[in-house]
T-cell receptor, first 110, second 114 residues
Framework: GEDVEQSLFLSVREGDSSVINCTYTDSSSTYLYWYKQEPGAGLQLLTYIFSNMDMKQDQRLTVLLNKKDKHLSLRIADTQTGDSAIYFC??????????FGTGTQLKVEL | GAGVSQSPSNKVTEKGKDVELRCDPISGHTALYWYRQSLGQGLEFLIYFQGNSAPDKSGLPSDRFSAERTGGSVSTLTIQRTQQEDSAVYLCASFKTSGPGTQYFGPGTRLTVL
């Protein structure tokens, strides 16, 4: 079945880069997504990558996709305290049901 | 509206009571999901509506849970005879099925069963 795994927790210092990793199982996924959830709020789409791409950059965010290893990562450059949140990886798209990971809680320390 | 809305934002109920949670999706979005997020947990898929097709109910945890979507728009999730383990945040998301199929989430309803 479909499964998405993430580490549960990541702590970084303000100004450093954060790298959040995700592994997935469904090689037929059309798109892979990163969502952000701030405390007490719903999920907000950060970015997505089409499955035939290796990399996508959007301002401070860089998404890397390794299809061979079914590995997705999100790099946040110059991490700020406002980046503290839970980050969810998801696979699917194109009309298919999305499967979400358990989320990685990012804590940014001063 | 500008985004997905859900009501109520908070619901406290007694064990054994029935509750109804409402989701208003983005206009024009043909698909709608319900998820459950328990404290410290990821998203648990509950049910998926796509257009006029039969809903995918494979994630509903028991027959106490049901959902409907009227007119391809507003959806209601009903939990009968609530139990304490039903306490969670219930999230609704809508999306277009063309393109990336990006899901847009509502703010959720926090359900507390005493």
């Amino acid at each position: 079945g479909e499964d998405v795994e993430q580490s549960l927790f990541l702590s970084v210092r303000e100004g450093d880069s954060s790298v959040i990793n995700c592994t997935y199982t469904d090689s037929s996924s059309t798109y892979l997504y990163w969502y952000k959830q701030e405390p007490g709020a719903g999920l907000q789409l950060l970015t997505y990558i089409f499955s035939n791409m290796d990399m996508k950059q959007d301002q401070r965010l860089t998404v890397l996709l390794n299809k061979k290893d079914k590995h997705l990562s999100l790099r946040i450059a110059d991490t700020q305290t406002g980046d503290s949140a839970i980050y969810f990886c998801a696979q699917g798209g194109g009309g298919n049901k999305l499967t979400f990971g358990t989320g990685t809680q990012l804590k940014v320390e001063l | 509206g500008a985004g997905v809305s859900q009501s109520p934002s908070n619901k406290v109920t007694e064990k054994g009571k029935d509750v109804e949670l409402r989701c208003d999706p983005i206009s024009g979005h043909t698909a709608l999901y319900w998820y459950r997020q328990s404290l410290g947990q990821g998203l648990e898929f509950l049910i998926y509506f796509q257009g006029n097709s039969a809903p995918d109910k494979s994630g509903l945890p028991s027959d106490r849970f049901s959902a409907e979507r009227t007119g391809g728009s507003v959806s209601t999730l009903t939990i009968q005879r609530t139990q304490q383990e039903d306490s969670a945040v219930y999230l609704c998301a809508s999306f277009k099925t063309s393109g990336p199929g990006t899901q847009y989430f509502g703010p959720g309803t926090r359900l507390t069963v005493l």
